[in-house]
Every structure is written in C-alpha cells, then in structure tokens.
C-alpha cells in the first residue's frame, strides 16, 4: 500500500513510498485511512528538523491528525466495521512513568512515551493502518468530512482542562478569553471558549482570508491591531497562546487580568532572543497571582471532551475550516502554505473534494 513516508532529521525526504500491508495484532482495529489534517509539527518533520523513525527502520509513515473507517474488528470489541475512528496519538513510556502510570500519558516525565507519526511509531497517513482497540476514539457519523479536527480539538480540550484546574485552586470566575493566533489551534480553541459561556476573542495578523470571518461565525470577536494594545484594553482572565511567536507571548502574559492564567500551546523554534522587562514581568505575576502553563498533547479523557465539543459544533463552519483536500500521491502540495489555508487536509482514499 502506499504512505506517506520521511526519514527524520533529513530534509527533502518526505515521499509517498509502498509499504507494507498492515496485519492486525490481537485487540487491534484495522482501519481505511480516509484523511490526516497536516500540522505545524508535520511541517517541521518533513523539514528535517523533528521526529524519530522507528527503531531499526530509516523511514518513519507521518501523519498524526486521523481519521479512518474500521475495516475489521476484533470479536467482542465495542467497534464495529464501517465505525469512523480517530486514533490516539501518544503511547505511554515503558518504565513507565508515574503520570504514564495513571493514563496520563501527555503528561510523560521521563520523555520516553512514544507517538503515532511523530515519535518511533508509524503514523497514520497510509491507505491502512491498524490500531489498539484502546486507543481508538469512534466519532460521530456526521463528522465524515472533518474527523481529522479531532486530534488538535483534543489539544485544545486540554489546554481548556488545564486553565480549569489552575483556575480551582481558588475562586475563578472567568469572563474574558484572549486566544492569539487564529489557525486551527485557535479556532478551536475560540469554539470551545465560546461553548463555555465566555466572552472570546481572538488576535492574528491577517485583515482578509477566510479567518475574520471564521472567528466571527463562532461567536468570537475578531482583533488584528497590535497585540500590546489589544490585550492591554481587554485584560483577559484566561489567554490561550497558539501562535508561539515571543512577542505575542510575553505582552500576553504582561496584560492579563489579576488570577490570569495563559496557556501556551505553540511549540516555537529555539534561538529567538528578545529584550523583555524582565523585573516588571515577574512583578506582574506575583502581585496578580497569575499563572503561564505550557500545555501538549491529549490524554483519552481530552479526546472524549473533544468528541463532545465537535459533536456540539456547528458542522458546517467545522467544514470551512478545512480549506484544502490534497490526495495522497500529492501529499508535498499540502506542505506549501496557500494565503488562504487554515487546516490542510490528505486525503488517503482516492478523492480531493
Ligand atoms: C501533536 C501532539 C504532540 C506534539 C509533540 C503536536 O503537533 O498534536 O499530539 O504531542 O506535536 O510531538
């Protein structure tokens, strides 16, 4: 069958190659692969700059944003064929971890969890892939054309648990969002800022394309002035981060409300310095009681907190945020940014549309 296939750290590498069929292992799913959305984290892989091929193999299958259809189950399992089905991204560590103990895995301590595309596991950008009845996520029929938005909602889903467990550590009533950056991690992060009751609004650069309009038809507001400026006049409870970008982070941390929490969830590239006030900054902080955390990846609790908020969504703005449908054989397409992309999508079983 054919995948689409890199050797990591190797720029250029990036190919639909054959492979071989998948065989299911007992307890395992085999699955058509209908899609993958293609992420920043995909870019940096077929940069050369990111990922790890399985061991005793060069090339590592990409793909961590799924979506497929169960060929075969096991007997007794709770899916069926013809289930639609996302799977896990992350495996838990062998020793394992405490927290991969608990079923914590996103929250890994030793760094040695593994991940389906990423990280020493072939991902899921192939025409078949099998997968642990476990780590298996059966979505909606209705969500046949945007599926693949379940793995960055379950990101998301998080970040959102994380602002509610640090807001509980004392009285948190929170009004104002401020999400910054307005890709799909941002979109998505306004809807389900939006399904919380809270007044969102979201920041990028861009004045035309498809993001305006985007963010307002979920409900949010949309701001593309400085970002100094924006966040000095809301002062927003929670901020959640998406952009990765130094100066965007530092005037959000630097303007939140007092008890604000930013969660930042952009993996930036290292070597960037910046001047910052450094004393005003942690003076901020303290006095107001805020909180920075950083937040990756998704447990299957967070992936069924994302089942439920794209189940919620209104499915036809779900579809435009999926701007282009690439099929497989022209895979590198999907890694060329169109002025108008939000979410890039592969498709894997034969049609673009
Ligand atoms: C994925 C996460 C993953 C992270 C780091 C992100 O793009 O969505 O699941 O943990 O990259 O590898």
Not at 141 to 157: F, I, R
Not at 208 to 225: F, I
Request: hydrophobic letters at 40%.
């Amino acid at each position: 069958m054919r995948a689409l296939t890199v050797i990591p750290l190797q720029a250029g590498s990036l190919s639909v190659t054959d492979v071989p069929d998948p065989q299911p292992g007992d307890g395992e799913l085999l699955v058509d692969g209908l899609a993958v959305g293609v992420c920043g984290t995909d870019k940096e892989i077929a940069n050369g700059d990111y990922g790890w091929a399985p061991p005793g193999r060069d090339r590592l299958v990409i793909g961590h944003e799924s979506l497929g259809r169960v060929r075969t189950a096991p007997p007794g399992s709770d899916f069926s064929p013809g289930d639609l089905v996302v799977g896990v991204v992350r495996r838990p560590d062998p020793v394992p971890c405490g927290a991969c103990a608990h079923g914590q895995f996103d929250m890994c301590r030793n760094g040695r969890y593994t991940e389906r595309g990423i990280k020493e596991l072939d991902g899921y950008a192939s025409q078949a892939w099998t997968v642990e009845t476990g780590y298996a996520v059966k979505i909606d029929p209705g969500l046949a054309d945007v599926g693949m938005l379940m793995e960055p909602t379950s990101v998301v889903a998080k970040a959102w648990a994380e602002v509610d467990a640090v807001g509980a550590r004392a009285w948190f009533a929170p009004r104002t969002a401020l999400v910054t950056g307005a890709g799909p991690i941002g979109l998505l992060a306004a809807l389900l800022g939006v399904q919380r009751g809270l007044d969102v609004h979201v920041l990028d650069r861009v004045t035309d394309g498809p993001k305006p309009r985007l963010v307002a038809d979920v409900g949010a507001t949309y701001h593309s002035d400085g970002v100094d400026e924006v966040a000095a006049k809301l002062r927003p409870d929670v901020v959640i981060e998406a952009t990765g970008a130094g100066p965007v982070i530092f005037a959000a941390m630097a303007n939140t409300a007092p008890y604000g929490i930013v969660c930042l969830t952009g993996v930036s590239s290292a070597g960037h310095t910046l001047p910052v006030d450094a004393g005003g900054l942690n003076r901020d902080i303290v006095l107001e009681n805020d909180v920075v955390i950083g937040s990756v990846n998704a447990n299957l609790g967070h992936y069924a907190a994302a089942a439920e908020a794209l189940a919620k969504a209104d499915i036809e703005w779900l579809g435009r945020l999926v701007t282009r449908r690439v099929p497989l054989e022209q895979a590198a397409d999907a890694f060329t940014a169109g002025p108008e992309d939000v979410k890039v999508v592969i498709t894997l079983d034969g049609t673009s549309s």
